[in-house]
């Protein structure tokens, strides 16, 4: 009897394990800081703000971060933006990764890319870092490329030798115009790729 009673109230392997695959870590990628807020940089913290908005959702300062958590459709979606500053985004990554018991598969990382032109979107299951310091520390701590990045084109439409100041410089008027269609977008993405799963989300919205 008393076996029995304790079987009723605790969770089964197969339950907890269940129940982690309804959870996801989504990281936009981006420092801290008011000078880097409307950097082309910062548009993982972008996405995540736009969503947080939209649905009412509060940041809350935590260990290595800022985190909104966002139920849809019966998932959990733990939005994160690390305060380690870009080059160290990894730390942040797996401390909450571990925390929550969040599996490889649901992290969705956002970051900017200079090879897409403007607004341009691609999603991938994994690759690497394509010269991205925050891709590129969060490979080193997890040791792995096998997790799912969301690349936002910001163009290459600078001079040579001007990357760092056009990366870390803010949107033009004609980018700021276009951003919220954009970001509108990327929210779609987010709930997408826990909703209808990772292929589903590359077929739809890849190139759009």
């Excluded at 985004?89 to 969705?108: H, Q, R, T």
């Excluded at 929210?187 to 890849?206: C, D, H, K, P, V």
């Amino acid at each position: 009897m008393i076996k029995w009673i304790a079987k009723l109230f605790s969770s089964t392997p197969k339950e907890e394990n269940t129940d982690n695959m309804k959870k996801y870590l989504i990281v936009g990628l981006g420092n801290i800081g008011a000078e880097y807020v409307n950097t082309r940089h910062n548009i993982g913290f972008k996405v995540l703000d736009f969503l947080a908005r939209k649905e009412s959702l509060s940041f809350e300062t935590v260990k290595l971060g800022a985190l909104a958590e966002y139920k849809f459709k019966g998932r959990t979606f733990f939005l994160l933006k690390p305060n380690t500053y870009m080059n160290l985004s990894g730390k942040a990554v797996k401390y909450w990764m571990d925390k929550e018991n969040i599996p490889l598969e649901n992290i969705l990382v956002i970051t900017d890319d200079l090879n897409l032109s403007f607004g341009s979107i691609r999603i991938r299951p994994k690759g690497s870092d394509g010269g991205h310091n925050g891709l590129k520390n969060i490979n080193l701590v997890l040791n792995t490329q096998n997790y799912t990045r969301f690349r936002f084109g910001i163009s290459d439409q600078f001079k040579k030798g001007q990357q760092v100041d056009y990366v870390l410089g803010d949107w033009d008027e004609e980018e700021k115009a276009k951003l919220p269609e954009r970001l509108e977008v990327a929210s779609e993405i987010i709930r997408s790729f826990g909703t209808a799963g990772l292929e589903n989300t590359m077929t739809t919205f890849n190139g759009k």
